[in-house]
């Protein structure tokens, strides 16, 4: 949670990050140590580790798997996801939690696919590898004969700086409160950054929670609205390639706007090492 953890590599690249935190989870599928792993997702942390090291990732809808068992960090947003190496074994993994859509799944060809691509507000942060993974994308599924269409989120959320500081204020708030006991017993010196984290949610208000609750809530209305006209929204799921060194598991920009804003679909990422 703190975008820094053991010293796990990246099995394609040592010398890389394995993306976090859920870094383990990510690394044993990828070496192939397991076939099958659990994380949990509060911004990023199924999403992006998955990109980093080439395997599949799925976050279900929020609050479809119970969080019995781990230690909650913000009950608004963290969600029990898993990791592996194909799609079927995804659904093996799925069905054990007993994770269904509402309708029934069709056969469909890409013709009939409606794909919308969405860079998100924050697209300018984007690096090289992300830019030619996401235009590499296109030309992919029109060469196939799918219509892709570029799009912009609605101006409710269209703003970066808003949405990073409604995320903050859930996250941080939701934060501090889950983890006062191990602040209490922690001194400041011996984990600075869950010292860091508990200020920060404390500087907030209850009203000011309360805010952006509700904006979340209505933010939620509108993303899912926009989702109901395709069959696939492709967004980006990491800034660039996985950074070198392994104190950086990478940034979450990318994802905490479809953690805390799509309350009724389903993430995956299937982005290999160097496509962000």
Not at 88 to 94: F, I, R, S
Not at 161 to 181: G, Y
Not at 215 to 230: F, H, P, Q, T
């Amino acid at each position: 949670m703190a975008n820094s953890g053991p010293q796990t590599a990246n099995p394609h690249d040592f010398n890389r990050t394995p993306g976090g935190s859920s870094c383990g989870s990510a690394a044993a599928v990828a070496d192939q140590q397991v076939p099958l792993s659990l994380g949990a997702q509060t911004g990023g942390s199924l999403i992006r580790p998955a990109s980093f090291n080439g395997v599949f990732a799925f976050k279900p809808t929020h609050n479809t798997i119970s969080l019995e068992g781990t230690k909650i960090i913000s009950a608004s947003v963290d969600t029990i996801g898993f990791f592996a190496r194909s799609i079927d074994d995804l659904q093996l993994v799925a069905n054990v939690f007993n994770v269904e859509d509402d309708w029934p799944l069709d056969n469909v060809s890409f013709q009939d696919c409606s794909v919308a691509l969405v860079r998100t507000p924050m697209w300018s942060q984007a690096g090289p590898g992300t830019v030619r993974a996401m235009e590499k994308t296109v030309e992919i599924l029109e060469s196939h004969g799918v219509e892709v269409e570029q799009i912009s989120l609605p101006v409710e959320i269209g703003d970066p700086s808003k949405l990073k500081l409604m995320q903050n204020i859930v996250i941080s708030k939701e934060a501090a409160n889950s983890l006062l006991k191990e602040y209490r017993k922690c001194d400041t010196h011996s984990n600075s950054v869950l010292h860091e984290i508990i200020q920060r949610g404390t500087r907030y208000t209850a009203e000011q929670k309360s805010d952006a609750d509700h904006w979340w809530n209505r933010m939620r209305k509108v993303v899912d609205e926009l989702a109901a006209n395709y069959s696939v929204i492709i967004a980006p799921s990491a800034i660039d390639e996985a950074p070198s060194g392994r104190n950086d598991m990478g940034s979450p920009t990318f994802n905490t706007l479809w953690t805390v804003n799509l309350s009724c679909f389903f993430l995956l990422s299937f982005s290999s090492l160097f496509l962000g």
